[in-house]
Antibody
């Protein structure tokens, strides 16, 4: 059974940092391309970042809204993907989901990130 | 970015009835490899999105045949026949043909 479990969310002040973790099981993680997607309080879904597999040199891609502030990474030995979020803004407030390629076929339960002073 | 426009925003239905949701893209979703990467998701209250239909018309594992997807180019439709209580929630389309992937604004399927 495919499982994705996100952790690391919480309340943080603007300008601060937070790191999310997505632990996975039930599929061959090392071959998988992984994504982070977020859902705003208005329920709009927005793709955030993608990381490809080792065979693709772990290539990474970002939404313009987070480029330069967020970093996606992975640890194949732990079947986990991470999202390091720096210089957080109030508009980054959302539920963050990890999901796998292709087709965004499986999603975690999500983790809430609230950016507020 | 490709803009995905979903209609209607809200769709009241009766149990046992039929529902149809439209998703239109601002440019063709046909990839250079000939595939069309348009997918449909259902988000039930308090849950994460779940994949229903991938690449326009393919039902994901375990999805009942009451759900069907169709369309081509820029115009796509999700149909739900014989609506059941567990079908209620928010439906989203997603295109992943073009970078970055973009979602529709959602359609809330609710009881009439």
């Amino acid at each position: 059974e495919v499982q994705l479990v996100e952790t690391g969310g919480g309340l943080v002040q603007p300008g601060k940092s937070l790191k999310l973790t997505c632990a996975t099981s039930g599929f061959t993680f090392s071959n998988a391309w992984m994504h982070w997607v977020r859902q705003s309080p208005e329920k709009q879904l927005e793709w955030v970042a993608q990381i490809k597999a080792k065979s693709n040199n772990y290539a990474t891609y970002y939404a313009e809204s987070v480029k330069g502030r967020f970093t996606i990474s992975r640890d194949d030995s732990k079947s986990s993907v991470y999202l390091q979020m720096n210089s957080l803004k109030e508009e980054d407030t959302a539920i963050y989901y990890c999901t796998k390629h292709p087709g965004f076929d499986y999603w975690g339960q999500g983790v809430m990130v609230t950016v507020s002073s | 970015d490709v803009v995905m426009t979903q209609t209607p925003v809200s769709l009241p239905v009766s149990l046992g009835g039929q529902a149809s949701i439209s998703c239109r893209s601002s440019q063709s979703l046909v990839h250079s490899n000939g595939n069309t990467y348009l997918h449909w998701y259902l988000q039930k209250p308090g849950q994460s999105p779940q994949l229903l239909i991938y690449r326009v018309s393919n039902r994901f594992s375990g999805v009942p045949d009451r759900f069907s997807g169709s369309g081509s180019g820029t115009d796509f439709t999700l149909k739900i026949s014989r609506v059941e209580p567990e079908d209620l929630g928010d439906y989203y389309c997603l295109q992943s043909t073009h970078f970055p992937p973009t979602f529709g604004g959602g359609t809330k399927l609710e009881l009439k």
